[in-house]
């Protein structure tokens, strides 16, 4: 197993790139021809809250990374409120209607139980525990039955409190370093990393993710071709100006944030003309004014659309809105 650690995904991208020009192997796949690494790969995020990837030739959408890590938070699988953000999403459904391997079905209700607030009950009542464990893998009807085109990439999830920290490790079967990894991976599993943390009145540590098969497809050879250096450092903001919102004021107000989250993903998918009230605001603050923005740019207004970008409050995500958005203009 190699090791990549950093202290972002836009760090951990560029010696993604670099290591998968080094080590990668050429398999045909199901999917076609991939470099693969020939050993398991972990990617160690010193600051996982650092969660968007502004790499310009990446291109990575986040609209659709935010707004589906919300969708997975409210436990939702129905396609309808994803494919808003990515039309392709449809495709990956079996019955046109939900995903299967929805990981925030599987963590909210697949199993017939809630194992997002089960891991909180957990963790609030024993912090030294080894067994705050989350499963996405169902055996029963994964292993045995194949047929599906959405089956879980990520498998398990275990938590660990370390010195006041929440650290994660993510187990994952088959990680596209492209798309998954260090694109939707890396903003998904910190939003639920931070949502847990905070509910448990815990900083946010250290996300690690365990990628059994890490491979890059061949149509993204071109970025694995133009990696320049090893640490290469691929995180643009140094002078730390930059101010992230949290999900949420505390523990007290972790059950509000999950019920919201539902009311949200609802209100969107139904199309409604006024969003809210919320009483958390990280929905007022960001999420509001991101859709706002992602509807303007759909309806062909991008300069309307630049306007609620700039007025998301967390610095992160509103600078990558930008930047995306600009790069549609270009």
């Known amino acids: 197993?190699?090791?990549?650690?950093?202290?972002?995904?836009?760090d951990a991208y560029n010696s993604a790139l670099w290591t998968m020009k080094v080590i990668g192997i050429k398999e045909q796949t199901r999917n076609g021809v991939a470099l693969v690494a020939p050993y398991p790969i972990a990617t160690v995020y010193?600051?996982?809250?650092?969660?968007?990837?502004?790499?310009?030739?990446?291109?990575?959408?986040?609209?659709?990374h935010v707004a589906e890590a919300i969708w997975m938070l409210a436990g939702k699988n129905e396609v309808g409120f994803v494919k808003r953000f990515a039309s392709n999403m449809q495709t990956f459904s079996d019955d046109g209607h939900t995903l299967n391997g929805?990981?925030?079905?599987?963590?909210?209700?697949?199993?017939?139980?809630?194992?997002?607030?089960?891991?909180?009950?957990l963790l609030r009542k024993d912090r030294h525990t080894r067994r705050a464990v989350l499963g996405m893998w169902d055996p029963a009807n994964d292993l045995t039955d194949q047929t599906s085109k959405d089956l879980p990439c990520n498998t398990h999830i275990y938590f660990r409190v370390n010195q006041g920290y929440l650290d994660m490790t993510v187990c994952c079967r088959s990680n596209d370093i492209i798309w998954g990894c260090y694109g939707a991976n890396a903003v998904h599993m910190s939003y639920l990393?931070?949502?847990?943390?905070?509910?448990?009145?815990?900083?946010?540590?250290?996300?690690?993710?365990?990628?059994?098969?890490?491979?890059v497809y061949e149509h993204?050879?071109?970025?694995?071709?133009?990696?320049?250096?090893?640490?290469?450092?691929?995180?643009?903001?140094?002078?730390?100006?930059?101010?992230?919102?949290?999900?949420?004021?505390?523990?007290d107000w972790s059950i509000q944030f999950l019920s919201e989250c539902g009311r949200f993903v609802d209100q969107v998918t139904n199309n409604v003309e006024i969003y809210g009230p919320y009483q958390c605001a990280y929905f007022n603050w960001v999420m509001v004014p991101l859709v706002k923005s992602w509807d303007n740019y759909k309806a062909g207004d991008t300069p309307r659309a630049l306007q609620y970008a700039t007025t998301i409050r967390d610095d992160f995500i509103s600078l990558a809105c930008q930047q995306w958005l600009n790069r549609r203009i270009k």
């Open 1 to 10: 197993m190699q090791v990549i650690k950093a202290r972002n995904v836009n």
């Open 46 to 64: 010193n600051d996982p809250v650092e969660r968007m990837l502004f790499d310009p030739k990446r291109d990575a959408n986040p609209f659709f």
């Open 102 to 121: 929805a990981y925030g079905a599987r963590w909210r209700d697949y199993f017939e139980y809630d194992q997002i607030t089960e891991v909180i009950k």
């Open 193 to 215: 990393q931070e949502f847990i943390a905070l509910s448990c009145g815990f900083k946010v540590g250290t996300y690690t993710q365990i990628s059994n098969n890490w491979h």
């Open 220 to 251: 993204h050879f071109n970025l694995v071709d133009s990696a320049a250096t090893e640490d290469e450092h691929g995180y643009p903001y140094d002078d730390d100006n930059l101010e992230s919102v949290p999900l949420i004021g505390g523990p």
